[in-house]
């Protein structure tokens, strides 16, 4: 059962990757890249890293690619300006460094004869980050709660045209 | 549970006043200045002040929330100076921000909320509550360089600042991500295990170390990093620029402080040379730079260099002398800053006018208070007794003598020789001089006339009465998380 969930998935996050590449349309290919991450989402799932997969799709399938609609939006790039697809000098190079790179995690991440190891009990919950989080860590979170307000604090009070 | 919030009450209180602040400038209306949010300002840093001068007095080390926090004398010291450079600004800040049009009440917010970042950096027992301390003094200063959005220069002051300032965090960040690597830990304490000759992690140390004291480097203004100073400075509002100039110095020399003596002492001879370096490029890149300077808010950035390649001797001999001699000099450094700036403040003129060396001319003798104040602040500055300034260099210079440094020393003074060609210029032309306009404007604000008679009176006091001072700071090293050991184990 994992198996049919973790090749539907894997074909889905490949897929929509490819999409994004050979899409002309630049929302087009936004959308193909939050199908991407959303599959990507549903990987971890089946790997029981339940909080990264929340976190996948809340910040990467959310937050992200809003922004990245709305540049494209804001941009608003008219097509035919996009270079028809063809192996040039940069492309060419881009399939290079991508082919390196896949050859360079096969060899890490491929399944040795032990197999993967398993994880330890409660791995990749949210309670395994949240309680670090809340406890060790609290002060350092309040802190980074006043370098985040003091950034809205700060955009507001320099952008606003009459404070 | 390890929240012991005692430890942090100043921070806390400070934090939930900018909040406060931050509210009131929702509702303040177009055009009022918020005087009630200036002086619940000023009455509590008054009061934290007070507090802090009472409970300095514990001796001993007090750790809390899980090893981030740590409480002792260099830390309360530091965090002293924080609050009288901070309160001074605060005085001098409502006649200049009406006169510039930018009095606002979140004014007052972040300049709090950048308090709360030094002082998390003096408390720091860990590399996370540095780099975070950091960060929130670092970004509301961003945010006040760019506050006078009608003033071209101040939001490019706003924007370098912020690129340079977001670069070299990521820098320090960098290079605090290599020590954990190597270390496992980012615990100060953790840095005593640092071994860059014999760990097999020794180039992981090394370069994560580096690039650590690289941002810090960045934000005390030490050559070769220190390009940012004099164009920051100048475009920043003028209360700004002495805030930075005296609390943002004290900030990373703390830093510095704490960093470089949490290291096991077999590594501070490979350090040695290159902080000798950096120590001779600081000071000439500061003094050379000043003799070309006509703007009095960039003479002043540069000289801040100088002073920071001063400090750097003092740190770099690792002795008693050299301690007590950092912390006077930023002491001293405080005050003859912050009164400098003041008296820039109450020559100026609306839109950063009369900040010229030739706009000064003939005004000292037209205004003999703030003239003879500033001669007091450039004296000082130069190093000529009875000024807090002359013993702050003494102890420096004497610490590097005693360290074995004398090339250090007598580049040290070589340069205050320097630094005389752009401070008499300043003095030339307030007093022997024409004066340049036929009519003169009175300068205005009550608030910078405080503030230059008090850094006056002090910088004079600390120049005659140094005992105890100097005893206190004694005391500030060998009751703090830092071992006293260190020290002595060296070669």
Redesign the interface.
């Known amino acids: 059962m994992q198996a049919v969930f973790f090749w539907l998935f894997s074909a889905l996050a490949v897929g929509c990757a490819l999409g994004v590449v050979f899409k002309k349309n630049p929302v087009v290919s936004a959308v193909f890249l939050m199908g991407s991450m959303l599959a990507l989402a549903c990987l971890f799932l089946l790997l029981d890293a339940h909080f990264i997969a929340v976190i996948q799709v809340l910040v990467y399938a959310g937050a992200v690619m809003v922004l990245f609609s709305f540049i494209i939006m804001i941009l608003n790039l008219p097509q035919e300006e996009l270079p028809p697809l063809a192996l040039g000098g940069t492309r060419a190079w881009g399939v290079a460094f991508g082919a390196v790179a896949l050859l360079f995690l096969a060899g890490k991440f491929f399944p040795t004869k032990e197999g993967f190891m398993p994880t330890s009990r409660g791995f990749g919950d949210v309670r395994s980050i949240a309680v670090p989080l809340f406890?060790?860590?609290?002060?350092?979170f309040e802190?980074?709660s006043?370098?985040l307000?003091?950034?809205i604090?700060?955009a507001v009070?320099?952008a606003k045209r009459?404070? | 549970?390890d929240?012991r919030v005692g430890l942090?009450a100043v921070e806390v209180a400070l934090?939930l006043l900018a909040?406060l602040f931050?509210l009131l400038?929702a509702w303040q209306r177009?055009n009022t200045s918020p005087t009630g949010a200036w002086a619940v300002a000023v009455l509590a840093l008054i009061a934290l002040g007070g507090f802090s001068l009472s409970s300095s007095g514990i001796d001993g080390v007090a750790r809390s929330?899980?090893g981030?926090?740590v409480s002792d004398r260099l830390g309360a010291f530091l965090g002293l100076f924080s609050l009288i450079s901070g309160l001074l600004v605060l005085f001098m800040s409502p006649a200049y921000l009406s006169r510039e049009g930018i009095h606002?009440a979140?004014y007052y917010?972040?300049v709090f909320?950048s308090l709360?970042?030094g002082f998390?950096m003096f408390k720091a027992a860990s590399l996370?509550?540095l780099f975070?301390?950091l960060?929130?003094l670092s970004?509301?200063l961003?945010?006040l360089c760019?506050?006078k959005?009608n003033f071209g220069k101040s939001p490019e002051a706003?924007l370098k600042y912020f690129y340079l300032g977001a670069f070299f965090s990521a820098v320090m960040l960098y290079g605090i991500s290599f020590l954990y690597g190597a270390l496992g830990t980012v615990n100060l304490e953790g840095l005593a295990a640092l071994a860059i000759s014999s760990n097999r992690h020794g180039l992981m140390c090394a370069f994560g170390l580096a690039l650590l004291l690289c941002g810090l480097a960045f934000k005390a203004g030490l050559a070769p990093f220190h390009a940012w100073v004099p164009d920051v400075y100048e475009g920043a509002p003028t209360t700004i620029t002495a805030f930075m100039a005296t609390f943002v110095k004290v900030a990373a020399f703390g830093a510095l402080i704490r960093i470089l003596f949490s290291l096991p002492p077999d590594i501070l001879p490979v350090l040695k040379p290159f902080g000798w370096l950096v120590a001779v490029l600081t000071m000439f890149a500061g003094n050379l730079g000043a003799l070309y300077q006509t703007n009095i808010k960039r003479l002043l950035a540069f000289s801040s260099i100088a002073h920071a390649g001063y400090l750097l001797v003092g740190l770099l001999s690792f002795n008693a002398l050299g301690q007590q001699g950092v912390l006077y000099y930023l002491l001293a450094y405080t005050f003859m800053n912050v009164g400098a700036f003041a008296v820039v403040i109450a020559f100026g003129q609306r839109g950063e006018e009369n900040v010229t060396l030739d706009d000064l001319r003939g005004m000292g003798l037209r205004h003999p208070f703030l003239g003879v104040a500033m001669a007091l602040f450039i004296l000082s500055m130069i190093g000529i007794p009875p000024t807090a300034g002359f013993v702050g260099k003494y102890y420096l210079f004497a610490a590097a003598l005693s360290a074995g440094m004398p090339v250090l020393a007598v580049i040290g003074v070589l340069n205050s020789v320097i630094s005389l060609g752009y401070y008499l210029r300043v003095l030339v032309a307030l007093f022997m001089m024409p004066e340049a306009r036929a009519v003169i404007i009175p300068p205005k604000g009550f608030g910078a006339k405080v503030a230059v008679a008090a850094c006056a009176v002090l910088v004079l006091w600390f120049g005659c009465f140094v005992s105890s001072p100097i005893a206190a700071f004694q005391g500030a090293f060998s009751q703090s998380m830092l071992q006293p050991g260190t020290i002595a184990r060296l070669p």
């Open positions: 406890r060790e860590y609290a002060l350092a802190l980074t006043l370098v307000l003091v950034g604090v700060g009070l320099l009459k404070v | 549970m929240f942090v934090s909040l931050i400038g177009p929330f899980y981030l926090v606002k979140e917010g972040l909320l709360v970042g998390f996370l509550t975070l301390g960060e929130v970004m509301p961003y945010v760019g506050l959005r706003g």
